[in-house]
């Protein structure tokens, strides 16, 4: 080994230890300690009641959100694309999302007075 690689490795020995003696924590807490749970306390039940709009309105949301991220590579391609093939793919990508939309409110999923 060369003084280089000897020197390199005591380098690396030094930093990981200092590394090491930094990172550790002085004091402990059961707030720090534990997981962060939203405000709820983890020892109770996981079962809490949860309403089911809610949960159907961040699915609708989730769905229409990942939509922009496909229709923006559309935009920024409409100068390297056939025009007339990239116009009839937005169309049926939006009639699609229309459609999934439409079924959506005739089976009562965005209606709250049920």
């Given at each position: 080994?060369?003084?280089?690689?000897?020197?390199?490795?005591?380098?690396?020995?030094?930093?990981m230890m200092l590394a090491i003696f930094i990172s550790?924590?002085?004091?402990s807490d059961?707030?720090?300690?534990?997981?962060?749970?939203c405000g709820f306390d983890p020892?109770?039940?996981?079962?809490?009641?949860?309403s089911i709009?809610?949960?159907?309105?961040a699915l609708?949301?989730?769905?229409f959100d990942v939509e922009i991220t496909l229709i923006l590579p559309?935009?920024?391609?409409?100068?390297?694309?056939?025009?007339?093939?990239?116009?009839?793919?937005?169309?049926?990508?939006m009639m699609i999302l229309i459609l999934g939309l439409y079924h959506e409110w005739n089976q009562g999923a965005l209606n709250w007075s049920f």
């Open positions: 080994m060369t003084i280089m690689t000897v020197l390199f490795i005591m380098i690396l020995i030094i930093m550790k924590k002085s004091f059961r707030e720090k300690n534990s997981p962060f749970e020892k109770n039940s996981a079962r809490l009641p949860f709009h809610f949960f159907l309105i609708i949301f989730l769905i559309f935009i920024y391609s409409i100068k390297m694309s056939n025009l007339t093939l990239m116009t009839m793919n937005l169309v049926l990508f």
